[in-house]
C-alpha cells in the first residue's frame, strides 16, 4: 500500500503540479509556477525541492523551496566561461550528493556540460573537462529539435563520491573516477543504428541510465537503439531488448530496488513511429534481466493511444508507479504496474515525474 505521506511530483509545460493521497484518495493539492516550462525537478536529501524552468524568452531559471513548496528562492544559474563559444540554454538535470560530510549539487545542461556546486547552489564550477573532451567536435544535437548536445542523465556511487557516469545526447556514456578531471567513454557494446559505424566509440545516444541500490555493479540503460544492461558499473553494456521486438525503443525507464533482475520500462513502437505499439498503451516488464518482458496494460488506453512518455517522466517509490505522458495523460499504479488509474488526462505535455515522501 501507498504511505498515505507520499506526494506525486509533475513538472509540465505548464508548471509543477503536485498530488497528494488524502483519506485514500490521490488528489490535486497544488500547482506552483503556472503557466512556466518546468524543465527538471529535484528533492534532496534534506528535503529541499529544487526546480529547473526553461523559458524560451527568459532563458533557464533555478529555485530552491527549503519548505516542500511554500516559498521559492530564485538561485542564479550556472554560467560558461564567457571564453568559450556556449551560453546556457536549458537545464535537463539537478541532482545532489550526500555522503558523510560531503554536501554536492550538480546540475547538467544544454549545450552538453555538468556544473557542480558545493555551497548549496550559491555559485557553481563547471566541470570543465567534460566540456573540453577530446570528442567534442562529433557531438551531435537531439531532443526537442535542438542543435546542441545535452547532459540529461548523471549517476553517482554510493560509496565512491568522486566516480560520476554522465548520459549525453548524442554522445554516449562517459565515465570519470576523479569527480570531472579525467572523463572516458564507456559504450562498449552499445549499438547506433543511426550512424555509419553502429559501434562507434562516441556518438550513442542515451535516453536514461540507472544505478542499482543494491549493487552498484548492475546499470540499465534505455537508449535510443534498445534496452542495455551493464554487470560491471557501466563499462561494457549487453543488449537485453525484448526478444519479441516491442520493448525497444522508448526513453523512460524504472527498476526494483530490491531486485536486481526487475525493470519496467513504457516503449513507443519504433525511434519515427513514437506512439504506443500497436496504438496500445502498455509499461513492459521483466524479472529475468532482459530475457523477457510481459505487458501490463490493465487500465490504461487499449486503441487509440498516441502518449509518449519521455526520459524523466516514470517514476517508482515501493510498490506504487506513476507516469505522465506528452498528451498530458497522467498514470497511476499501486500494485507494481499490475493495475493502472487514470488521475488526470487534462494536464500540459509532462517532462518529470517523482513520487517522494
Not at 83 to 109: A, C, D
Not at 147 to 160: A, E, G, Q, R, Y
Request: glycine share 8%.
Amino acid at each position: 500500500m501507498t504511505s498515505n505521506n507520499m506526494k506525486l511530483i509533475i513538472g509540465t509545460d505548464k508548471g509543477l503540479i503536485i498530488y497528494e493521497k488524502i483519506k485514500g484518495v490521490w488528489k490535486l493539492s497544488d500547482i506552483h509556477f503556472i503557466g512556466m516550462p518546468i524543465g527538471a525537478f529535484h528533492q534532496d536529501a534534506a528535503g529541499h525541492w529544487w526546480v529547473a524552468i526553461n523559458h524560451k524568452h527568459w532563458g533557464p531559471k533555478l529555485y530552491i523551496s527549503k519548505d516542500q513548496g511554500e516559498t521559492f528562492d530564485e538561485l542564479t544559474t550556472p554560467k560558461f566561461d564567457p571564453s568559450t563559444p556556449y551560453s546556457l540554454k536549458s537545464i535537463w538535470k539537478i541532482e545532489s550528493q550526500s555522503i558523510g560530510p560531503i554536501e554536492r549539487l550538480y546540475v547538467g545542461t544544454e549545450p552538453a556540460a555538468l556544473f557542480l556546486s558545493k555551497d548549496g547552489g550559491q555559485s557553481f564550477q563547471e566541470l570543465s573537462r567534460l566540456s573540453k573532451h577530446e570528442s567534442r567536435s562529433t557531438w551531435q544535437g537531439g531532443g526537442k529539435g535542438s542543435n546542441s548536445p545535452f547532459l540529461h542523465t548523471l549517476v553517482m556511487h554510493p560509496d565512491d563520491s568522486n566516480a560520476l557516469i554522465v548520459g549525453i545526447s548524442c554522445a554516449g556514456v562517459f565515465q570519470s573516477q576523479d569527480l570531472g578531471n579525467i572523463w572516458k567513454p564507456s559504450n562498449k557494446g552499445l549499438k547506433s543504428f543511426f550512424l555509419p559505424n553502429s559501434e562507434i566509440e562516441v556518438g550513442h545516444d542515451p535516453h536514461i541510465i540507472l544505478r542499482h541500490p543494491r549493487d552498484s555493479n548492475i546499470l540499465w540503460q534505455q537508449n535510443h537503439c534498445g534496452i542495455y544492461r551493464s554487470e560491471d558499473g557501466g563499462h561494457t553494456w549487453n543488449d537485453v531488448s525484448d526478444p519479441n521486438g516491442k520493448a525497444a525503443y522508448g526513453f523512460a525507464m524504472v527498476i526494483d530496488e530490491e531486485d536486481v533482475n526487475t525493470a519496467w520500462v513504457i516503449p513507443a513502437q519504433s525511434d519515427d513511429l513514437r506512439y504506443p505499439i500497436q496504438n496500445k498503451l502498455a509499461v513492459y516488464k521483466t524479472t529475468n534481466a532482459g530475457k523477457s518482458w510481459k505487458a501490463q496494460s490493465s487500465g490504461l488506453p487499449q486503441e487509440a493511444a498516441f502518449d509518449l512518455v519521455l526520459r524523466a517522466s516514470f517514476a517508482r517509490n515501493q510498490q506504487t508507479m506513476a507516469f505522465g505522458s506528452n498528451n498530458g495523460n497522467l498514470y497511476l499504479s499501486e500494485d507494481n504496474g499490475e493495475h493502472w488509474q487514470v488521475l488526470s488526462q487534462s494536464l500540459s505535455s509532462v517532462r518529470n515525474v517523482l513520487l517522494i515522501e
